[in-house]
């Protein structure tokens, strides 16, 4: 069977230059049944939405519906461009949809009175999805539905999702089995592997640079390779900090919230410490767990670098196949080809501090906390309900951290202004997205990520499933497994300490990045332990500026 995407292109390749082209293209025509979209070009691209728009035009139902359809997609790389256009009004925008990043401060925003995002509750979320027997609310993710509510408006649904990616650590399975690696269940083993490979100063034959590499930067004894210059390390640091609070006391964080009273305590909370000691451990210049000249890389020289097997690990998206697949294929034709794969993130080793009776039971055995927790891990990865000689709330408490992934679906947050022109077209195209048609031909352009809707890839287009990358395939897998089921974390933009308040997770941080700031060495300065940023934000936040914060939100 042909992918359907090789039945749609076709049709793509016939559209202007202007829809295919920047945001300033002059729009020629302008009715109710011309749709146009706008789309944030970043790691996923725009081209599915080309896709899409096209595959739609040709639905019987649509062409019965409006006979006179048409549309055209254009884009940008600018993530601010939908938040300083959107108020305009129809003089200074003429989308009928934006997909952009996050959106829920734009709830708020007005336009003649209204909110600037259409209320999509009865128009989109209840409808039938085209051709099938759910609703567009029934089918998303449950995961994905309250972040698209509007809580100033009954809960209302305001937004959708144009994507359901994932950020865990990629690593070379081939390699990993070359150096006798194990994938970590814990920090505390993800850590002993950068060790174990900064132990091996470069001479294990299985790792090493080629001799003109050598020269340059030293012995291959790094594990990990990055570009500090997007900091997805900052993906990590909620993730580790989650697990070890649980979720409720997370989500608090953000609520403001300590023992059902808003306080400043907030910034004391153990786990951000503990997640930050982790990072620090590993982003520290000082250890040398780092390919030593990643401060150079743009994201694509780091992503080539892990392509091609310099640096076992590396964090980052599913969205790397879809940046990568055409250098992929030209180092395929040299006989570069290693599987990289997507783990699950490890769990920090600190919530033992939480599981006294896993601290009992390794004493009782004579091995360490952190083997008793990584085999109640493996375990519950096999599908154990409960661990013998671990207390059940201690087991539920590392089954909840083992399902904490960072999704960055609700980052990726698309609308219909409330004054489109086509609001009709736009809503019944949204409902086309959930079909089961759109999501196989959205995997098709974006190399196999997908959208926030109960669809199985592997089940309903199974030839093409065994054309995805590793990557994706795992990430897959945990999206669609009911046990260990997937936990995303709340986005914390959808807060109004956050949104209004202007609260963030670290702002001792400053503008450095986390892994730019925690990569220096402590002669090369300025440089801060995990601690050091842990207390700065304690004692930042003096009773004064939480006050002031709590007001600027409304609280």
Not at 111 to 120: F, P
Not at 325 to 336: A, N, V
Not at 486 to 502: H, I
């Amino acid at each position: 069977m042909k992918k359907l995407l090789a039945k749609a292109i076709a049709v793509v390749l016939g559209i202007s230059a202007c829809g295919a082209g920047l945001i300033g293209c002059t729009r020629t025509i302008d009715h109710d049944q011309f749709l146009e979209i706008y789309c944030l070009d970043v790691g996923y691209g725009y081209q599915w939405a080309e896709v899409l728009l096209e595959d739609f035009k040709q639905q019987d139902w649509v062409k019965e519906k409006y006979p006179n359809i048409d549309g055209k997609v254009r884009h940008n790389d600018q993530f601010t461009y939908v938040a300083e256009t959107i108020g305009a009004g129809p003089n200074g925008n003429s989308a009928d949809i934006m997909f952009t990043d996050t959106v829920y401060a734009l709830f708020s925003e007005k336009y003649n009175g209204v909110s600037v995002a259409e209320d999509l509750t009865q128009g989109v979320y209840k409808q039938t999805v085209p051709g099938e027997s759910r609703t567009y609310e029934d089918k998303m993710l449950d995961t994905y539905l309250s972040i698209n509510m509007d809580p100033d408006s009954d809960n209302a649904y305001r937004s959708v999702n144009w994507q359901a990616g994932m950020i865990s650590i990629l690593y070379n399975a081939d390699l990993f089995e070359l150096l006798g690696l194990k994938v970590p269940n814990t920090t505390d083993e993800l850590i002993q592997i950068a060790k174990d490979v900064k132990a091996m100063n470069g001479e294990n034959p299985n790792y090493q640079n080629p001799p003109n590499i050598e020269a340059q930067k030293g012995p291959r004894d790094y594990a990990f390779t990055s570009s500090p210059k997007v900091d997805y390390w900052r993906y990590v640091f909620p993730v580790w900090w989650a697990q070890y609070e649980g979720l409720t006391e997370y989500t608090n964080f953000f609520r403001g919230i300590v023992d059902n009273t808003m306080s400043r305590k907030i910034f004391e909370q153990q786990g951000r410490l503990e997640s930050l000691t982790v990072m620090d451990t590993l982003l520290s210049g000082d250890n040398g767990y780092f390919d030593p000249y990643r401060n150079n890389y743009e994201f694509m020289q780091a992503q080539t670098n892990f392509l091609t097997g310099d640096g076992l690990m590396m964090v980052c998206g599913d969205w790397f196949d879809r940046e990568m697949h055409i250098l992929d294929e030209g180092y395929k034709e040299q006989g570069i080809d290693y599987d990289l794969r997507m783990m699950r993130m490890p769990v920090i080793s600190a919530i033992v501090d939480k599981t006294p009776s896993i601290v009992a039971l390794a004493e009782k055995q004579g091995k360490t906390p952190d083997q008793i927790l990584s085999d109640v891990i493996a375990q519950i990865d096999a599908g154990a309900t409960s661990y013998e000689g671990v207390e059940q709330a201690d087991f539920n408490k590392v089954y909840e951290a083992r399902c904490m992934m960072y999704t960055i679906g609700p980052k990726h947050g698309g609308i219909i202004p409330s004054y489109a022109t086509a609001k009709d077209v736009a809503m019944d195209f949204l409902l086309y997205m959930a079909t089961d048609r759109a999501n196989q031909l959205y995997a098709e352009a974006t190399y196999g990520a997908s959208l926030p809707f109960e669809y199985n890839l592997q089940e309903k287009a199974p030839e093409y499933y065994e054309t995805i990358s590793s990557i994706q395939k795992d990430r897959i897998s945990y999206v669609n497994a009911s046990y260990p089921t997937l936990q995303p974390l709340p986005d914390e933009n959808t807060f109004p300490l956050v949104y209004y308040g202007g609260m963030s997770t670290l702002i001792s941080l400053g503008s450095y990045g986390y892994e730019t700031f925690m990569s220096r060495r402590s002669e090369g300065g300025p440089r801060a332990t995990g601690m050091d940023l842990y207390y700065d934000d304690i004692e930042y936040w003096t009773e004064a500026r939480w006050q002031s914060l709590r007001a600027n939100a409304g609280m």
